[in-house]
């Protein structure tokens, strides 16, 4: 360890006597790529492992028991490691990232370098519905944050390494470097600026050249053009695209719903025990729910769709192309309660997988029923399209999900209609939901950064380090002439009333009682409960600083008492908080 310090301080001298800050960060950016490329690589590798050793004999036509099982055992020893050995919630990859920036400086966990790795694998392996993607962002984004820490390096420096690890990250896994890039302006909202596209772009790039020496340059589906866009059946790609909005929708809500209910199971053996059981059962129905559901995408790609139903109860209809198609339509509609289940009882996994898994059967199924009719639709382009919709509606990343569906699938042939179904998709849902499923809770509580700098400095504030405690306050049983003798102290023109408790009673303020308060007749005849009057509004040392200022434009008022429990904390003014407002645009904005 003290070896390891003695390199880290020499590279910082010679940072700062030889390379510029700018210059410094490139390079990093360069080290975060690689280095999130191949924990992309790893994890990828140690799922398919884990997967192949589960059920690598599994017997095609036959169903698989073991599939009841597994799945309780993953969210099982998930939880426990989560519990006993790392103690700190993973969460949703995604929406911890997006914390860290908003309320942690964007210092992310070390142990986040290998956490989300470790619990997802284990989650996927033993067959959770969800994807790897978001876990490895964060494990990218925890790279870039404690490299950026260990040069010590400004707030502004570390968020943009974060991000550089999680655009590696996604470019890494799907070999897919402008899809990363999107992901990091789209989800994460990092601002793009020329100071901050360099190094997004060489992480992305570095982490795709990581990924195609060590895994060869295949496609992650697989994909043969055999039918070129037909600018007469655009009408349906139209369609579809509302149709995957409203999937988004569905997909949202559900999630949200079934998180909920097992939020509300207060022991952690009940939502294993529900969710490894209610989990068990969905996959021995439907074993496509199994894991990532990238093999049933490729089937699906590649026309081998029947493929879809092996290890199934309902195996025998591979035939029956009308009741093949109501099996895929309850696919469809329990996949989203599948990834729920896994990640509500304790099972570490992102939606990335998930949007592309529902979106390519919903193009399948779209595309397969309006065939009944005249028109000869290529059901593998409906699937992409309904990949782009999908991803689209529910991440509200209309641009990542077509750049990302292009590169992994090589189709930038079906760049149009892929532009048209994630747009119509993302258009859709916007008339239902005002923010993705990353984003949503986030911004609830007002702690989301977007792409508006002001809410992005609001949101950056701490409200208590702008809370006045100079304010002499005053008992509420006191008299006029023990007021008058605290003015005669004080500074200020507003005076707490509290009781014996520090219990916040109301405020006397200096312009209402100067009339009278040199009137020495009054000073015991008059109490400070008969002078002291309500605020328009109270201020809790928690709240967001964009619900302060709400606070202040609807009460008109420039100061405000901050109460916690009852309990008198301070006042927070108007000027202080513009004060410490420009002070933090400086920070947030020095290039």
């Not at 006597?17 to 280095?35: D, P, T």
């Not at 859709?428 to 609830?444: G, R, V």
């Not at 509004?537 to 405000?560: I, Q």
């Amino acid at each position: 360890m003290e070896k390891m310090n003695a390199i880290l301080k020499k590279i910082e001298k010679w940072r700062m006597e030889r390379i510029s800050e700018r210059k410094f960060i490139l390079l990093l950016s360069l080290v975060v790529g690689a280095l999130s490329g191949l924990a992309a690589i790893v994890l990828k590798n140690l799922i398919h492992f884990t997967i192949h050793h589960l059920t690598g004999n599994f017997s095609v036509d036959d169903v698989s028991y073991q599939y009841l099982a597994y799945p309780m055992i993953g969210i099982l020893i998930t939880v426990l490691l989560i519990r006993y050995v790392i103690k700190e919630d993973l969460g949703h990859g995604v929406s911890k990232i997006l914390y860290a920036f908003s309320k942690k400086n964007s210092k992310i966990s070390k142990h986040n370098m290998y956490s989300s790795m470790l619990t997802s694998t284990i989650t996927i392996g033993f067959g959770g519905s969800v994807g790897a993607e978001a876990p490895v962002a964060l494990t990218g984004a925890a790279i870039g944050s404690n490299l950026a820490q260990t040069f010590r390096l400004n707030y502004r420096a570390i968020t943009l390494l974060a991000g550089c690890g999680s655009s590696a990250a996604i470019a890494g896994i799907f070999n897919a470097p402008l899809a990363g890039l999107l992901f990091t302006i789209e989800v994460l909202m990092i601002d793009l600026t020329m100071s901050s596209l360099l190094p997004l772009l060489i992480s992305a790039v570095t982490a795709t050249t990581t990924s195609y020496f060590l895994m060869g340059d295949g496609y992650h589906f697989r994909f043969s053009l055999n039918q070129s866009f037909d600018v007469n059946n655009l009408h349906w790609v139209i369609i579809l695209g509302i149709i995957c909005g409203l999937i988004s929708v569905y997909f949202t809500r559900v999630m949200k719903w079934v998180e909920g209910y097992f939020k509300k199971q207060d022991r952690f053996l009940n939502r294993i025990l529900i969710g490894g059981v209610g989990l068990g059962i969905l996959i021995f129905l439907f074993p496509s729910l199994w894991g990532e559901g990238y093999v049933s995408i490729n089937q699906i790609l590649n026309g081998n769709y029947t493929d879809v139903l092996n290890n199934s109860v309902f195996y025998s209809l591979k035939n029956n192309q009308t009741l093949l198609i109501i099996v895929f339509i309850a696919i469809l509609a329990f996949k989203v309660f599948a990834t729920a289940i896994t990640t509500g009882a304790g099972g570490v996994g992102g939606i990335f997988a998930p949007t592309l898994f529902m979106g390519c059967f919903a193009g399948f199924i779209f595309s397969s029923i309006v065939n009944q009719g005249s028109p000869e639709l290529a059901t593998e382009n409906y699937a992409l399209y309904g990949m782009a919709g999908v991803m689209s509606g529910v991440m509200f990343a209309p641009m990542t999900a077509v750049f990302l569906i292009a590169e992994i699938t090589g189709g930038y042939t079906l760049f149009v209609p892929l532009l048209i179904s994630s747009a119509c998709a993302y258009l859709t849902i916007l008339a239902f939901e005002k923010h993705s499923l990353y984003h949503c809770h986030l911004a609830e509580r007002g702690e989301l950064l977007t792409h508006n700098k002001d809410k992005t400095v609001l949101t950056l504030m701490k409200l208590r380090k702008v809370i006045e405690t100079d304010l002499v306050t005053i008992d509420e049983e006191a008299c006029l002439g023990d007021l008058v003798k605290v003015i005669s102290k004080s500074k200020r023109n507003i005076f707490p009333v509290i009781d014996k408790d520090n219990n916040f009673r109301g405020v006397v303020l200096l312009d209402n009682i100067r009339s009278i308060m040199f009137n020495k007749e009054m000073y015991h005849k008059t109490s400070v409960t008969d002078l002291m009057v309500m605020p328009p509004e109270m201020v809790h040392p928690d709240e967001s600083m964009e619900k302060v200022m709400k606070k202040f434009k609807s009460s008109g008022a420039w100061n405000l008492p901050v109460v916690e429990n009852r309990k008198y904390i301070g006042f927070i003014s108007k000027a202080t908080i513009f004060s410490a407002y420009r002070s933090v645009l400086v920070h947030f904005s020095e290039e």
